[in-house]
């Protein structure tokens, strides 16, 4: 008896799904968004990092192997975890930096950090969106190996429940 819904002929294609607060790969850091009133201030979220991998499955029958990519995800979210993460390449604050301190100005308003307190990403702006793109660009710079991967979607929650994804076809 097949079970209903399910075809005669097996499909060599699926995905596998990391859920970022269930698997503990969750960050906290504080960042401004300056287009926005309410996120022009200084303020913090407790992130979670999701993903779905979608491709063939091997021999094994395995797509991508769970350890390395929770690995990866994870070496990603320590190492923006307790920062002020800093958009570099937001054209409407002004960034200043010198050995000991980060400067930033926008709307009349002045942020003075320590250095070693925040990170510089390469993004215009520190929206869920935009870490998530940051997030996915990361992984792919560090994934070996991705020859039967055919799309990654990277999700980023700003909080439990609300979040942005962003997906690459490879």
Known sequence: MRAKGVSREMTNEGYIQIDGWKANIRFSAAHIIPEYEKCGRLHGHSY?????FYGKKDEKGIIVDFSIVKNILKQIADCLDHFILIPGKNSSIDL???EDRISITFHQKTYVL???DCIILPIQSTSAENLAEFVLE?????LENIDQLVRIEIGVDEGYGQ???VSKDL
């Open 163 to 165: 979040g942005a994804y």
């Open 48 to 52: 979670a990092i999701h993903a779905r």
């Open 96 to 98: 200043k930096q010198d």
């Open 138 to 142: 990361s992984f792919l710079e560090q």
């Open 114 to 116: 320590p250095n070693q």
